[in-house]
Structures are given as structure tokens and as C-alpha cells.
């Protein structure tokens, strides 16, 4: 039976948001809204302290907070990772709101809970907030607390977003801020933008021979450097959308790190899943990914991605959402009784 997509709207409100936008508008789901997450949440696989293992391959999705010791080398499984690409709440607007002392406190326990499974020359990427209302936190803090690790620190990278937000009195905001970490000596592949090299005219002598720059290049394209001004943040129209998902970062940042910071084989963890990006770059480039969340919906979201990827090739839902099965299913059984 098909249902009328004006008749599944109307029920999908009704059911879902109670006058707010339906599910399968562009805003997505707000995960946010408790009466979304009752509806989702029967639909999830996994609870806290639960775990699924890959059936197709290595990689493993845990339920459980990344600052609990015990629960992160369950799903480590004596495994250590050549790299880890961490994405906190920035503690602006998500969740529970801490005071910056707290939140510094709860990085600094998942940070030493990070580095208890790190191998021994592994990097650790950090993405990280700055309020510009409160004056740039939780960024200095971080990164203060962060010199009194036994970690390296190795860069700063700037991703610009090419949409922002802004006013009509101050810089538009279109920066997402990147720390990079290492301990020992890892791996480091270059990388190469698909940005062609424009300027010309630099020479130098090499064995006798003057050669131009381009002549000595290994590329025809420049290396991303520490501001990356290629990557498209992630919005609803782009395939690799998880609606739903507001921190969602780009696959193609998330790929660049893994190619850059490990090899072929190794293993990758991030303990803020979110919408399954690391975990769907490890699956595309041949790395084995063990990845956490908190949060019973954002785990599953990152199984369905994987599932839908491998099922269809799409890398995310775009306008769509990982739950429109059940809720078109949910609609439907109410339409019939209508």
C-alpha cells in the first residue's frame, strides 16, 4: 500500500514533532526533542554498555562514554590504534551545558582514557569549539590542558567552511578548528588538494640543474597546509547528509586525516561516533575502525550508514534520515486507522 505524502506528513507531525517541521523536511529530526527520541530509541540496536561486532569486518560500535576506562578497552579489545580522531561537544549548545572548569575536567578523562589505547607513535586529532560570546572557549582551555600531557603538539589546522553564519555586525563565523597531537614518531602520508598550482617563477638550483618549482613538484595540485578552504561542511543537499546529525563533519576532512595518519591495516578509533563518519572513511579507505558513543541514536545511525553504504553506495541520506523505514511504517499503521 502507498501512502499520500501529504497524509504521511500530516500523521508524521502529529505523531512525531506536534506542529513542528515532518521528518522528511530538509531541517531533518531533532534528535533533541524527547518525544522523537521515545519514538526512536525502541528502534536502536544497542544500549549502554552494549557492543556490535562487524559480521563483514573489523570494525566494532560500542554504546558507552568515552571517559569510562573499563568500557572503552572492552571495545578495544587489546587492540591500539595508530590514530584517533576525536570529536567532543564543543560545550556551546549541545547537551548539557558545563562550566568550563568542568568540561576541561571531563576532556582531560576521556584524553587519558584516549591515550591508554593509542600505540605506541599514534596522533590524535581533536576537532574543538570556540565561542566567540564567550570569549573563544572552550578552545584556550583545551589546549592549556593539553600542555600538561605527555602528547606532542603537532598543528593547528583551520578547516573554512564555505557556508557560515554571520551578522551585519561582525566577521561571518566559517571556522572549525582542528588540534593535531602525536606521541612517538607515527606515520605521516603527504597529501594533495585538488587545487591546481598556479604560481610560478620560484627556482632553484638542484645537482647543477636550475629547475622551476613545478618541475620539482611531486604534484600538479598544492598540499592542504594548515588551512583547508576545499572541504564543503556537510548541509542537506550533499549525499553524505545524516539529517539529524548537527555536528556532522565532512567525509572528505575525515578521509584526508586517516590517509595522512595511518596506513593500510591499522586501527582507528573515535569515541564521539556521531553520524559514523570516521567509521565510514575506514570502510572506504581499508582501515579498521572502533568507534563509541553515548548515545544509543547516534549509534545506530553510524551501523545504518555503514549498512546503507555498503547496500547502495550512498554515504549518507541526504534530504532524507536513517529512521524512515520505521516512521513511514509508524505513519502508516496510523493512517489505516484514520
Not at 595508530?82 to 558545563?98: E, F, I, T
Not at 576541561?104 to 607513535?121: K, L, Q
Not at 600538561?148 to 603537532?154: A, I, L, V, Y
Request: a negative charge; aromatic letters at 8%.
Amino acid at each position: 500500500m502507498t501512502v499520500r505524502r501529504d497524509v504521511f506528513v500530516e500523521v508524521a507531525n502529529c505523531i512525531l514533532f506536534r506542529g513542528a517541521m515532518s521528518a522528511l523536511l530538509p531541517s531533518g529530526i531533532d534528535l533533541n526533542n524527547s518525544e522523537v527520541r521515545e519514538r526512536l530509541l525502541p528502534h536502536c540496536r544497542l544500549q549502554a554498555g552494549e557492543v556490535w561486532t562487524d559480521p563483514e569486518a573489523c570494525h566494532v560500535v560500542g554504546c558507552g562514554d568515552a571517559a569510562d576506562s573499563s568500557f572503552v578497552h572492552t571495545v578495544m579489545k587489546e587492540r591500539l590504534a595508530a590514530l584517533l580522531v576525536q570529536d567532543p561537544p564543543y560545550n556551546v549548545a549541545v547537551g548539557v551545558r558545563r562550566t568550563v572548569a568542568e568540561y576541561v575536567d571531563w576532556c582531560r578523562r576521556w584524553v587519558c582514557v584516549s591515550e591508554s589505547v593509542m600505540a605506541g607513535a599514534a596522533t590524535l586529532y581533536v576537532w574543538m569549539g570556540a565561542d566567540q560570546k564567550q570569549h573563544f572557549q572552550p578552545l584556550p582551555q583545551f589546549m592549556t590542558m593539553m600542555a600538561e600531557t605527555d602528547f606532542e603538539s603537532r598543528s593547528l589546522i583551520t578547516l573554512r567552511n564555505q557556508r557560515g553564519y554571520g551578522t551585519q555586525k561582525n566577521w561571518m563565523a566559517v571556522r572549525q578548528e582542528l588540534l593535531c597531537y602525536i606521541r612517538g614518531k607515527p606515520a605521516f602520508n603527504v597529501q594533495y588538494t585538488d587545487i591546481p598550482k598556479i604560481l610560478r617563477g620560484y627556482y632553484k638550483e638542484v645537482k647543477g640543474v636550475v629547475t622551476e618549482n613545478a618541475e620539482r613538484s611531486r604534484s600538479d595540485c598544492i598540499r592542504p597546509g594548515n588551512v583547508w578552504v576545499d572541504v564543503q561542511q556537510v548541509f542537506y543537499r550533499m549525499e553524505e547528509n545524516a539529517n539529524g546529525c548537527s555536528a556532522q563533519k565532512p567525509l572528505k576532512a575525515i578521509e584526508r586525516i586517516v590517509l595522512a595518519s595511518s596506513n593500510e591495516g591499522d586501527t582507528v578509533a573515535d569515541f564521539f561516533a556521531h553520524s559514523g563518519t570516521t567509521l565510514m572513511a575506514c570502510e572506504r579507505l581499508g582501515r579498521r575502525c572502533v568507534t563509541v558513543d553515548i548515545d544509543p541514536i547516534f549509534v545506530e545511525i553510524a551501523i545504518r550508514r555503514l549498512e546503507r553504504y555498503r547496500d547502495t553506495g550512498k554515504t549518507g541520506w541526504q534530504m532524507g534520515h536513517p529512521f524512515e523505514g520505521e516512521l513511514e511504517e509508524e505513519a502508516l499503521g496510523v493512517s489505516e486507522q484514520l
